[in-house]
């Protein structure tokens, strides 16, 4: 709060008031949750000054993803999981659902193309940034958690593909799920089991079609957000990598054997034996 | 240094050091991340968004056929098909282009014998492999020209990754006759009865759909399957069956469809003699 010498003019003290109004709330956020200062610590975080584009493609799937929640929310809206027959035009609901909103549905069209192919977007990018990962050297310690995390939600992703594919309910979903489904059907032990749990019986049925529909809008939807907040937490706490090539790369590079860095002209490195919490030894 | 160095050490706490040697340089030398990353990742999300736009209203405009549906298939394919049909014979089923590869797999695998290796062996190895690559690559070193064998297993990976992709893609028949292989197990292992092996299936030309379609379990609960008569593979002129239509008055139209060709090459299990045949385009 600024202190005046002279009495403060009235439009001091009406953009004070002003800022006392506007942060108050967040102050009272803050104050309980902490909060605020989380998201501070979000935005004003270090990342090292040598990241580059590729580094970018882990947000880019974040926002496939977000794109395919935003669209899969209002397509739930308009769709039919039934497979039941139409007594009107003979055919089956959840088909006509998905003629009626790419046909008729304002912006139908948009929202279910952005949705089919926010799909392979969001796994194309998922690939690409797994891809960046292992070219850095970044699933190493101390990130091997993090991999792992992210091959879940690679997995998982596959799986809303699987299970969304059979939606629309047409010939192409229906005879690509039986396949899927009997593939699945040819492993060990779980293969029969899993097959009939999928299938919800002995044949694809409307009964299929509604356990695909919850997998792939409630179940898989959530393991999902659940791995990206983990996944977003680590990479928080941990840090973004350096590209390895980089001149002026955080974090020391160790050479063959491991005891030298690299690059010595860079960052001294640690003396062994002693606390490595210490101010780095010198640099540049 | 030497002085300083009292023994050799440990691997963990190099990498621990190395770690802290990161932490530290990433506070001195970093950037915030706010605003500097996020602008890259800002724009690369707007790219994002803006593709899947793209690729939407592609879909949309160029599939729009000449009958106001979606039916026709544009660049990017079809709206939507036909609705589901367990009743016909013919459909030739094909996944989403992400599963293309494992769609592949099959066909190398493809003796009855080694299916298994090909739907769950070879992809769960993989999978398994991928999620332990953090601890089946222990050294702390980064930078590619010192990883030769993770470029060389990665250069394999994309390369086998695109292959199978590209193969997948262009197969002229689809799993059905993969499918087919696989039966001779599904009848020994189930306790089927003898008409759901393939090669009697000519004889008894109603096995043959039963156990190209569904999994030959379903054999057993499907006397109630209507079209049955559609699968006789003799008979070279299509002919709509009038026992389907009446036995199934709900479903309309297109089924009861026979596929001569597929119907034989079901039975003599042969997947190259037959000529090809653009797979997934089922418009007619």
Redesign the interface.
């Known amino acids: 709060m600024t202190t005046y010498k002279r009495k403060p003019t009235k439009g001091e003290l009406r953009s004070q008031r002003l800022e006392e109004v506007v942060m108050y709330p967040i102050d009272w956020l803050e104050e309980r949750s902490g909060l605020i200062g989380g998201l501070r610590y ?8 040598d ?1 580059n ?1 590729m ?3 882990g ?2 799937a974040l ?2 993803f977000l ?1 395919q929640a935003i669209t899969g929310v209002i397509l739930a809206m308009y769709y039919t999981p039934s ?1 039941a ?1 139409d007594p009107h035009t ?3 609901v959840a ?1 006509l659902s ?2 009626n909103i ?2 008729h549905l304002t912006m139908g ?2 929202v ?3 949705h ?6 969001f ?1 194309i ?1 998922m690939f690409l940034h797994m ?1 960046r990962v ?11 958690l993090n ?2 995390v992210g ?1 879940l939600i690679l ?1 998982m992703g ?1 799986m809303e ?2 299970t969304g ?1 059979l939606l ?9 799920t ?11 032990i779980l ?1 029969p089991w899993l ?1 009939q749990f999928l299938r919800s019986g ?3 049925s409307g009964e299929t079609l509604t356990r695909f529909y919850s997998l792939h809008m409630l179940v898989i939807p959530g393991g999902i957000i659940a791995l990206i907040t983990l996944h977003l937490y680590l990479v928080i706490r941990l ?3 350096s590209p ?2 980089s001149k ?7 050479s ?1 054997d ?2 030298a860095p ?1 690059r010595p002209g860079l ?1 001294q ?6 606390s ?2 210490g ?2 030894g010198g ?1 540049e | ?1 030497a002085a ?6 440990t ?1 963990v ?22 605003p ?3 602008f ?2 800002t ?3 707007l ?3 803006t ?3 793209a ?3 592609i ?2 405009w160029t599939s729009y056929g000449p009958h ?3 039916l026709h298939p544009g660049l ?1 394919g079809p ?8 009743g ?1 014979t013919s ?9 293309y590869f ?1 769609f592949y797999l ?1 066909r190398i695998f493809k003796w009855p014998e080694s ?2 290796l090909g ?2 062996g070879v992809p769960t190895i993989c ?1 398994v492999l ?2 332990l ?3 089946l ?8 020209g ?2 030769p064998v ?1 470029l060389v297993a ?1 250069v394999l990976v ?1 390369l086998s990754m695109g292959v199978l992709t590209f193969k997948g893609a262009t197969a002229n028949e ?2 059905a006759s993969e ?1 087919i292989a ?1 039966v001779p197990t599904w009848v020994t292992k189930n306790n089927l009865p003898p008409e759901a092996h393939p090669e009697r299936c000519c004889s008894r030309p109603r096995a043959v759909r039963r156990v190209t ?3 030959a ?2 054999a057993r ?2 006397a109630r399957r209507t079209c049955r008569t559609s699968a006789r593979g003799t008979s070279a002129s299509p002919r709509r069956s009038s026992t389907c239509r009446t036995r199934r008055p ?3 139209g297109r089924r009861c469809r026979r596929s001569p060709r597929s119907a034989r090459s079901a039975c003599t299990s042969s997947r190259s003699s037959s000529k090809p045949r653009k797979a ?1 385009t ?1 418009h007619e």
């Open positions: 979000f935005l004003f975080r270090k990342v090292p000054g990241v584009w580094q970018t493609l947000s880019a926002t496939a794109v497979a027959t003979g055919q089956p088909w998905i003629v790419t046909d069209w948009l279910r193309g952005m089919r192919w926010g799909a392979s977007v796994i990018l891809a292992f070219l850095f050297g970044a699933y190493k310690y101390p990130r091997e991999w792992i091959v997995v596959m593909g699987f594919y629309p309910w047409d010939q192409t979903s229906y005879w690509a039986v396949v899927g489904i009997n593939l699945n059907g040819t492993a060990p293969g097959a002995q044949e694809i840090g973004v990598t390895p090539w002026e790369a955080a974090g020391m590079e160790p063959e491991g005891h690299l960052t490195p640690v003396p062994r034996g002693i490595p919490q101010e780095p640099s | 240094m300083v160095r009292k023994e050799k050490p691997p706490e190099e990498q621990r050091a190395q770690f802290a040697q990161y932490k530290a340089d990433v506070k001195k030398r970093g950037k915030s991340f706010y500097y990353a996020m890259h990742d724009v690369m999300s790219v994002v968004v593709v899947i736009i690729l939407a209203a879909w949309k106001h549906d979606g990017l709206e939507y098909n036909a609705p589901a049909d367990p016909t459909f030739v089923p094909r996944p989403d282009w992400y599963f494992l099959l299916v298994f739907t769950i999978l991928l999620l690559l953090p601890f690559d222990r050294r702390r070193t980064r930078g590619l010192s990883r993770a990665a994309v689809a799993l499918v696989d379609r569904t999994s379990r379903a609960t499907s709900s479903l309309r997934g089922r």
